[in-house]
């Protein structure tokens, strides 16, 4: 597995390199001339802000709105009423994309860090409160049962049933809502943003530096994919230390 990625990376580059050949610099820079803009980048220390800058918004909106969006899907998974009240909202303003509320957060939350937060929140809300919901209502209604009937009382039940057979769903949510969060904060350090990936990568434009855009746009990737591979370890722990117990 480990050769076969490699051999693609190798192809990807490979491809890239040739096109860029044919290419003008301006419309599509080569690999090479995507090192030397990150190394200029590097140089000043800018392109580390920017990294750091970026990633702390990511993390801090992510986080709150997972601590947000869990317990709610969770009690709406587990009341009916509840369920019945705000189905219809959640599918309803779900399918209104981040990026559209990026002029009224900055006109509720000011143009600081706040707004930017709040966005990734909201990016981050409505993917982990589906998956959770989703979770809950996956269970078998034997198992809440066979709790109940043994004398559990419904908080027995949500912590010892319902949040451990949903954690695949949260995390698998939670997941998913960090590609949308980057995609958040991007658009968000476009509009209003001194600082960050999505402000450097709207910047280069204004000097014709496609390289600078090439980097800002490998290391989101790069970003992303470190994120999602310590978490997705971080869920096999929690998962494995749950079977065993439960064992």
Not at 38 to 43: G, I, K, Y
Not at 52 to 66: A, D, K, P, Q
Not at 236 to 242: D, G, S, T
């Given at each position: 597995?480990?050769?076969?990625?490699?051999?693609a990376?190798?192809?990807?580059?490979a491809?890239?390199?040739?096109?860029?050949?044919?290419?003008?610099?301006q419309?599509?820079p080569?690999?090479?001339?995507?090192?030397?803009g990150?190394?200029?980048?590097?140089?000043d220390?800018?392109?580390?802000?920017?990294i750091?800058?970026?990633?702390?918004?990511?993390?801090?909106?992510?986080?709150?709105?997972?601590l947000v969006?869990?317990p709610?899907g969770?009690?709406?998974?587990?009341?009916?009423?509840l369920?019945?009240?705000?189905?219809?909202?959640?599918?309803?303003?779900?399918?209104?994309?981040?990026?559209?509320?990026?002029?009224?957060?900055?006109?509720?939350?000011g143009?600081?860090?706040?707004?930017?937060?709040?966005?990734?929140m909201?990016a981050t809300?409505?993917?982990?409160?589906?998956?959770?919901?989703?979770?809950?209502q996956?269970?078998?209604e034997?198992?809440?049962?066979s709790a109940?009937?043994?004398?559990?009382s419904?908080?027995?039940?949500m912590?010892?049933v319902?949040?451990?057979?949903?954690?695949?769903y949260?995390?698998?949510?939670?997941?998913?809502?960090?590609g949308?969060?980057?995609m958040?904060?991007i658009?968000?350090?476009?509009?209003?943003?001194?600082?960050?990936i999505?402000?450097?990568?709207?910047?280069s434009?204004?000097y014709?530096?496609?390289?600078?855009?090439?980097?800002?746009?490998v290391?989101?990737?790069?970003m992303g994919?470190?994120?999602d591979?310590?978490?997705?370890q971080?869920g096999?722990?929690?998962?494995?230390?749950?079977n065993?117990?439960?064992?």
């Open positions: 597995m480990i050769n076969s990625g490699i051999l990376w190798i192809l990807v580059f491809i890239w390199s040739i096109a860029a050949s044919l290419s003008d610099p419309f599509l080569s690999p090479l001339a995507v090192w030397k990150a190394v200029d980048l590097s140089q220390g800018s392109l580390f802000l920017y750091w800058v970026s990633l702390v918004r990511v993390i801090s909106g992510w986080t709150l709105g997972n969006a869990i709610t969770l009690l709406i998974g587990r009341i009916p009423i369920r019945a009240l705000f189905d219809p909202i959640i599918n309803f303003v779900r399918f209104i994309p981040p990026l559209a509320f990026i002029t009224l957060f900055m006109l509720w939350f143009i600081g860090e706040q707004s930017k937060i709040f966005l990734i909201y809300f409505f993917i982990v409160t589906i998956n959770t919901l989703t979770g809950v996956a269970i078998e034997d198992k809440i049962r109940r009937s043994m004398g559990a419904e908080w027995q039940i912590f010892h319902i949040i451990p057979a949903s954690l695949p949260i995390f698998t949510g939670a997941r998913l809502a960090m949308s969060s980057f958040a904060i658009g968000a350090e476009m509009v209003a943003a001194n600082e960050g999505g402000y450097m990568i709207w910047n434009r204004l014709f530096k496609t390289d600078w855009i090439f980097v800002g746009l290391i989101l990737g790069l994919f470190t994120m591979r310590i978490f997705n971080f096999k722990v929690i998962l494995k230390r749950y065993v117990v439960r064992n």
